[in-house]
């Protein structure tokens, strides 16, 4: 595609609901980041794949966080048993993944939890 | 640690001033200095990228210093417009990690 696509671009939940958020990186980028903001706040680091692997997996504040990549391509973040602190946009990037390339960010999804 | 610091945290400037913001960092080995923009509702999106023989570069309006040996950066924005309202971020790679090291922001207000 054109840039980085999300979906949904807004989730209203209900406290101790699973969701799923999509994220469709650009075609071809290998290299593919989950960040957190809560508001007002600046990027918190979740998770970063490479291919369909996840070499760094540090930022993930619970097990209840999960994430995959399948077909190198798509990635779905899930979030199990919703709290109301995991409100939150969570923002989705991809690069060529050929180094320390510049980051394409999709424009989110906001998520929040009643 | 790798880290990233920027100042001010926030700043209000008019219409048509000037402004500059402010990055310091203790990645290493450094390999690249980016400044992102991020408006309201969006993600963020790359300005320009400093590597370690450039010591400014300019993208339009914007410009953008680093020092290397001092570990400094900054970002200049000339005769500021309405559009620039906006969160600028400084995000240097390296430190041995893909993972880029993100500065917190510097949020920015262009009142007319």
């Known amino acids: 595609g054109a840039g980085v696509s999300q979906s949904p671009s807004n989730k209203v939940t209900e406290k101790g609901k699973d969701v799923e958020l999509r994220c469709d990186p650009i075609s071809g980028h290998t290299a593919l980041y989950w960040y957190r903001q809560s508001l007002g706040q600046g990027l918190e680091f979740l998770i970063y794949?490479?291919?369909?692997?996840?070499?760094?997996k540090s930022g993930l504040p619970s097990d209840r966080f999960s994430a995959e990549r399948t077909g190198g391509s798509v990635s779905t973040l899930t979030i199990q048993r919703t709290q109301q602190e995991d409100s939150a946009v969570y923002l989705c990037?991809?690069?060529?993944?050929?180094?320390?390339?510049?980051?394409?960010f999709g424009s989110g999804t906001q998520l929040s939890v009643l | 640690k790798n880290q990233v610091e920027q100042s001010p945290q926030s700043l209000i400037i008019l219409e048509g001033k000037n402004c500059t913001l402010q990055c310091n960092y203790t990645v290493s080995p450094f390999s690249n200095l980016r400044w992102y923009k991020q408006d309201t509702g969006r993600g963020p999106v790359s300005l320009t990228i400093m590597t370690f023989s450039e010591n400014t570069k300019s993208n339009g309006r914007y410009t953008a210093t680093l020092d290397a040996d001092t570990k400094q950066s900054s970002l200049h924005i000339t005769a500021s417009q309405l559009s620039d309202s906006a969160s600028y971020i400084c995000v240097v790679s390296g430190g041995g990690s893909y993972i880029p090291t993100f500065g917190r922001g510097t949020s920015l207000i262009v009142h007319p």
């Open positions: 990037a991809s690069s060529s993944g050929q180094g320390y390339e510049k980051l394409f």
């Open positions: 794949f490479q291919g369909n692997s996840a070499p760094d």
